[in-house]
Every structure is written in C-alpha cells, then in structure tokens.
C-alpha cells in the first residue's frame, strides 16, 4: 500500500487547508484511513481516522474544527482543516490500516502563522 498526501502549506491563524491522500498499489482489505500529526519535540499523535463502517474518531483538540472524509471509489481520504491554530502547527501523516499492518505517507508539513 502506498500512501501520496498533498495539500499542506502556510496559512495564517483562523485559516482553512484541506489535505488529501491517495491509496495505491494493494488496496484491498483496507479498514481504517486517517491522519496522525507530528510536531518537532513531540510524539506522533491521532488527528483523525475513519472506519470502512464511517465510523470516525478525532483528538479532542480538533472537534468542531476537523472534518475527515474518505472517497472509497477514489481510495483517497480527507482532511478539511478550518480555523487553524499555531499549536497545529506539524507534519501530517496519512496512515491507512490493512488486516492489522499500519501504513504510512511521507508526510506534509502544514504550518500556522500567528
């Protein structure tokens, strides 16, 4: 399974992105799709994710703010970002889930100006 983000870039604070990322290569089995964030010092942690079943989970610090979506006929998952902090502020991984192996993109960096 490989995992392509894209749309990271600098915004300022309040501001909208929207990330997307596209499965390729063995795509079958693929339960959960999703997005984990890094910032520098810290720990890899849970942004978003979404079952095949629709069901979705979300770090507390983004609810309200954070809408994930997956296009399953596209195999592409996605992340709208809306009134966007500096403590965002991180290198956002896709992370795909397959018959219990995690996958992971490159990762792209989205930075929030205060």
């Known amino acids: 399974v490989q995992l392509v983000e894209s749309g990271g870039g600098l915004v300022q604070a309040g501001g909208s992105l929207k990330l997307s990322c596209a499965a390729s290569?063995?795509?079958?089995?693929?339960?959960?799709m999703g997005w984990y964030r890094q910032a520098p010092g810290k720990q890899r942690e849970l942004v978003a994710t979404?079952?095949?079943?629709?069901?979705?989970n979300y770090a507390d610090s983004v609810k309200g703010r954070f809408t994930i979506s997956r296009d399953n006929a596209k195999n592409t998952v996605y992340l709208q970002m809306n009134g966007l902090k500096p403590e965002d502020t991180a290198v956002y991984y896709c992370?795909?889930?397959?018959?219990?192996?995690?996958?992971w993109g490159q990762g792209t960096q989205v930075t929030v100006s205060s």
């Open positions: 992370y795909a889930l397959k018959w219990y192996v995690n996958y």
């Open positions: 979404m079952a095949n079943t629709r069901t979705t």
């Open positions: 290569g063995s795509i079958f089995g693929i339960d959960t």
